[in-house]
């Protein structure tokens, strides 16, 4: 049974930083991307950050409106997916899903995924 489970959201301040964990189960961890995505109430599901397999290595990909301030990776010994988030804005504000694809066409379209997790929340505020 292929399991994803989030954790490590909560309250931060604006400019601050959280850090997500995505501990995965089920699947041959190496062959999938893994991605977060966000959605904020009233908004659409973003696709946010991918990290997916490329030749023998793992390659990262970013939507334009995290690039530099989020960091995805991974601990391959214990299958999990990480989410450094920094210098967090108001807009950040959300709810936090990593989910995993063999093969997915668009790294960051949420229709590509396969499996789910059920979220965590973050909020920034002051």
């Known amino acids: 049974e292929v399991q994803l489970v989030e954790s490590g959201g909560g309250l931060a301040q604006p400019g601050g930083s959280l850090r997500l964990s995505c501990a995965t189960s089920g699947f041959t961890f190496s062959n999938y991307a893994v991605g977060w995505f966000r959605q904020a109430p009233g908004k659409e599901r973003e696709g946010i950050a991918s990290i997916y397999p490329r030749a023998n290595d793992r390659m990262t990909h970013y939507a334009d409106s995290v690039k530099g301030r989020f960091t995805i990776s991974e601990e391959t010994v214990w299958n999990t997916v990480y989410l450094r988030m920094n210098s967090l804005k108001p807009e950040d504000t959300a709810m936090y899903y990593c989910?995993?694809?063999?093969?997915?066409?668009?790294?960051?379209?949420?229709?590509?995924?396969?499996?789910w997790g059920q979220g965590t929340q973050v909020t920034v505020s002051s």
């Open positions: 989910a995993a694809a063999p093969t997915p066409y668009s790294l960051l379209d949420s229709t590509q995924y396969w499996f």
